[in-house]
């Protein structure tokens, strides 16, 4: 593929604010992760939870918007200048050619959730909820669209875990096509009910701050998190020179065809989303310098992808998951995990992977129990979701 | 501007099984009131057909009779998955097990509650390991469902399968939603093929309210489908055209900036 510039990108998790925050939790080795403090019936879990979320509400006109999810959406807009960014292009370019492709599992659900505790005499939603748009998955990026004015093709993703890795394939092809000049990417997941309890359900939950790649490693830790990109075509002009040239320049889906809540064991859809991922971007497995990967401290995840990354990466690709950071964001994780790809290869430093002490024994020599400084060029991000639906993307710093 | 072929044609609504029906229907301006039944992919095991969700059944049904008018191997084909809600019943299920007691929520549920939960269940169910995305749009979602299938279709070279689906709903927030009627359809487009109606899409800046692709006027039966399922609304005059082999023009909204124009050549 034509590889596509990356022109700005921010997120906001439990590990703070904007770009600077992310880069100096992962340098200072500070993880968001803390006790559930968040469901109303209690959970032994730990959670990445974004705080203030509750006292920032959206500015009064976009009140039929107004959730956690659409709250966090916001916040993360605010930073590093992209709400001034996106107004600019918005002034140079036909609005019909500004796309907004965003991924999302929980979107608003949570605020659903509570209608349920408010319900009238008649059992149904409150009068002050009734009206509002939030009810449904794409309250994300119709939001999105209403608070930049945005007014190209307008879509959410949702395709579990891989969601926000799913967003910047869809995002690309837009470009590609010629349908968008520019496509606002990304993804905002909340912290909610029906995944805290639900994952439990499943007994993927971990009582404890999740261990990705450790032996002992007994669960997940689901955190909340929104990051956001510009992905632009070459034409646009893009007044921020200086900045490193970031590109995405493959992407990869596939289905695993094999179980509805486990991988495949060979992990033969993961596989296939990275192949997909590195023949667009015209690169072999030797040219990967760092993978994000999904390692989400499940059990049979990190087995699978441990399995596949030390069997066919060289030694020389340094791998790491971010989990342990930043929990696992689910719909956003593909849209944060994207944001953490391109600040290492910014600062040319790789996050270690927190809390794997004592590694799984299927990884090999590319698996980073600490972060280390090392200037990069090529950065893999790994996506797996329920359903089966992987997607990977490539992402690359230009010589300068 | 991209040019697709329209290989294969699935439908499913209540009293409405499969687009054999609904075709003779629409060339007759017809639609039933009502109707029974649930919706019976023939690919999914029996003893699956009975847990699925309803929303499963009903996107499995059409994008299998899509395949297999268009002759294609299922397996093979990339998929999008095209729905408003995703399941507004077991939605209901979450909250209201949520508000009573959490600790009792069933893990299968919850896995059936993701949003992509055809999409795995059509992968498993046919083999196919070829890209598949889940998306939503609002009122727009059979409109922006149809462009990231033309979009697929165009980058993958190959036919891709469109379903686009909503069930009705259940409990208070299937009180609020937009669909209170089961509806769902299914196309096999395909770029490089010779034959099967020709449509032609193009993204266009919108210029005032859209109006063609609004069936009011048409026969109540219809009007009161599309009235009750923006899925239908958004692709019944498509549909229509295909069933009646009359050459159609209609525009359908994407967003307040933008809308799709069809050019459909039975």
Same mark, same amino acid.
């Given at each position: 593929m034509t590889p596509l510039k990356v022109l700005t990108h921010t997120a906001t998790s439990c590990l703070g604010q904007g770009r600077d925050a992310h880069y100096r939790a992962l340098t200072e080795g500070r993880s968001g992760l803390r006790e559930n403090d968040f469901t109303r019936a209690p959970l032994a879990t730990c959670i990445g939870r974004v705080d203030g979320l509750e006292s920032a509400?959206?500015?009064?006109?976009?009140i039929d918007w107004d959730c956690r999810n659409n709250r966090l959406a916001w916040l993360a807009l605010n930073q590093d200048g992209l709400l001034e960014i996106l107004r600019d292009l918005r002034g140079r370019l036909p609005a019909h050619r500004l796309g907004i492709a965003l991924g999302t599992s929980t979107s608003s659900i949570g605020d659903t959730e509570q209608a349920y505790l408010e319900l009238d005499g008649r059992g149904r939603f409150p009068d002050t909820t009734r009206s509002r748009q939030i009810h449904q998955p794409h309250s994300l990026s119709a939001f999105v669209q209403r608070a930049t004015g945005w007014d190209g093709p307008v879509m959410t993703i949702s395709t579990a875990c891989s969601s926000g890795a799913e967003a910047w394939a869809a995002a690309a092809r837009w470009i590609e096509q010629d349908l968008c000049d520019a496509v606002l990417v990304g993804g905002c997941d909340t912290l909610c009910g029906s995944t805290l309890h639900g994952f439990a359900s499943l007994e993927l939950t971990s009582p404890r701050p999740c261990r990705p790649f450790d032996q002992r490693r007994d669960g997940i830790s689901i955190g909340e998190a929104a990051a956001f990109a510009i992905l632009v075509r #070459?034409?646009?002009?893009? &007044?921020? #020179? &200086?900045a490193p040239d970031l590109r995405l320049t493959g992407h990869g889906e596939s289905a695993d065809a094999h179980h509805m809540s486990a991988p495949h064991p060979e992990g033969a859809g993961a596989r296939r989303a990275i192949e997909a991922a590195l023949q667009r971007a015209g690169?072999?497995?030797? #040219?990967? #310098?760092?993978i994000n990967l999904h390692g989400t401290a499940s059990r049979l995840n990190d087995q699978v992808e441990a399995t596949l990354v030390s069997g066919w990466f060289p030694a020389t690709t340094a791998a790491s998951s971010t989990k342990g950071w930043t929990g696992h964001t689910l719909g956003a994780a593909g849209a944060i995990e994207a944001t953490l790809c391109l600040l290492a290869l910014e600062h040319g430093y790789l996050p270690a992977t927190l809390n794997c002490e004592e590694p799984d024994p299927a990884c090999g020599p590319q698996f980073l129990r600490e972060g280390r400084h090392a200037a990069i060029r090529t950065a893999l991000s790994n996506s797996f979701g329920f359903g089966g639906n992987n997607a990977s993307l490539v992402f690359q710093r230009s010589a300068e | 501007m991209t040019t697709l072929r329209i290989r294969g044609i699935g439908v499913w609504s209540p009293g409405v099984a499969d687009w054999s029906l609904a075709r003779t229907l629409l060339a007759n301006g017809d639609w039933p009131a009502s109707g029974d039944g649930r919706p019976a992919p023939t690919l999914m095991p029996a003893n699956e057909r009975r847990r699925a969700p309803e929303s499963v059944l009903l996107a499995l049904a059409v994008a299998e009779q899509a395949c297999m008018e268009a002759g294609v191997d299922a397996a093979t084909l990339p998929s999008v998955f095209a729905s408003i809600y995703g399941d507004l019943s077991i939605n209901d299920y979450m909250c209201a097990t949520l508000r009573d007691?959490?600790?009792?929520?069933?893990p299968i549920r919850f896995h059936n509650s993701v949003h992509n939960a055809p999409s795995g269940y059509w992968s498993i169910a046919t083999g196919a390991m070829a890209p598949t995305t889940s998306i939503a749009a609002s009122r727009e979602t059979f409109a922006a469902g149809l462009l990231e299938a033309a979009c697929q279709a165009v980058d993958a070279r190959a036919p891709v399968v469109l379903a686009a689906y909503d069930s009705a709903g259940a409990g208070p927030v299937g009180d609020i939603a937009s669909v209170s009627r089961s509806f769902g359809c299914a196309l096999v487009l395909d770029a490089a093929a010779s034959e099967g109606p020709i449509l032609r899409i193009e993204a266009r800046p919108r210029? +005032?309210? +859209?109006? +063609? %692709?609004?069936? +009011? %006027?048409?026969a109540s039966g219809i009007a009161h489908l599309c009235s009750a399922n923006p899925i239908a609304a958004g692709s019944i005059p498509l549909l229509a055209s295909v069933a009646s082999g009359v050459p159609g023009t209609f525009s359908l909204q994407l967003s307040s900036g933008l809308e799709l124009h069809l050019e459909l050549t039975p």
């Open positions: 509400a959206l500015p009064p006109r976009w #070459d034409t646009v002009e893009c &007044g921020n #020179d &200086g690169l072999s497995v030797a #040219d990967i #310098d760092y | 007691d959490p600790s009792t929520m069933s210029n +005032a309210v +859209a109006s +063609a %692709g609004d069936m +009011a %006027g048409t």
